[in-house]
């Protein structure tokens, strides 16, 4: 069982950044996916950025250039860089973990991009 804990929420102004950790524990099997979601009031969870199995990267569109998803491979942990931060950026962010065995979620960290 994998257990993902986010962390580095907070209230930023906007052009303001953040640094979002999910520390992973627990066993993975085989090569896994790891990826940062959001989700604002009364929309649906989106994804943000994603590192993939062979280590590869992708963004959602409104975050490119902006955003910048990191794995720490030693410290079982992944980062989102946030920088340029917007008040529709504001959302609960999540981390997601998917390996051969299933789907894994955090409990989710609260963005809120606001003066």
């Known amino acids: 069982q994998v257990q993902l804990v986010e962390s580095g929420g907070g209230l930023v102004q906007p052009g303001g950044s953040l640094r979002l950790s999910c520390a992973a524990s627990?066993?993975?099997?085989?090569?896994?996916?790891i990826a940062w979601y959001r989700q604002a009031p009364g929309k649906q969870r989106e994804m943000v950025a994603r590192?993939?199995?062979?280590?590869?990267?992708n963004y959602a569109d409104s975050v490119k250039g902006r955003f910048t998803i990191s794995r720490d491979a030693a410290k079982n942990t992944l980062y989102l860089q946030m920088n340029s931060l917007k008040p529709e950026d504001t959302a609960v962010y999540y981390c997601?973990?998917?390996?051969?065995?299933?789907?894994?979620w955090g409990q989710g960290t609260q963005v809120t991009v606001s003066s």
């Open positions: 627990g066993s993975t099997f085989g090569l896994n996916s």
């Open positions: 997601n973990l998917v390996d051969l065995r299933g789907s894994y």
């Open positions: 590192v993939g199995i062979y280590g590869t990267t």
